[in-house]
């Protein structure tokens, strides 16, 4: 798995030897499951789980992609700056690069998901479109 996902991170963010350390750790494959799980989990939350009409407009599902975003940006800068610093490892402006990709990854996803479930809400299946 993190041989695939790797091919799909490093076509956003690529830089030599920062990735090819997260290669090693097998960090890619953690973050992939724990982007799709986020982005589905906060869908669900915001379309099934709230689901109020006083909570169903654009900037709330906004606020909800923001959640995830933050949610997914501070898991990847925690995972890789607490795992390279473990090996004694310095990269200072490659955690907040990787990180904002990875968020930016997250953030589509959350999208996808958000399209493709948001039909069977009761409350929502409009939002995020305005009206």
Do not use: C
């Amino acid at each position: 798995m993190n041989d695939f996902v790797a091919t799909i991170f490093e076509l956003f963010y690529y830089s030599a030897p920062f990735s090819d350390d997260v290669y090693a750790e097998g960090i890619y494959g953690q973050l992939a499951l724990v982007n799709l799980l986020s982005s589905f989990l906060v869908a669900i939350l915001f379309y099934y789980i709230i689901n109020r009409p006083s909570f169903s407009r654009w900037y709330h599902w906004l606020l909800m992609l923001i959640i995830n975003f933050l949610v997914t940006y501070s898991f990847a800068y925690t995972l890789t700056y607490n795992r390279f610093t473990a090996l004694e490892l310095e990269y200072s402006s490659e955690y907040f690069m990787f990180s904002l990709f990875n968020a930016l990854i997250a953030s589509t996803l959350f999208v996808i998901f958000s399209f493709s479930i948001r039909w069977w809400s009761s409350s929502a299946k409009r939002t995020p479109i305005p009206h």
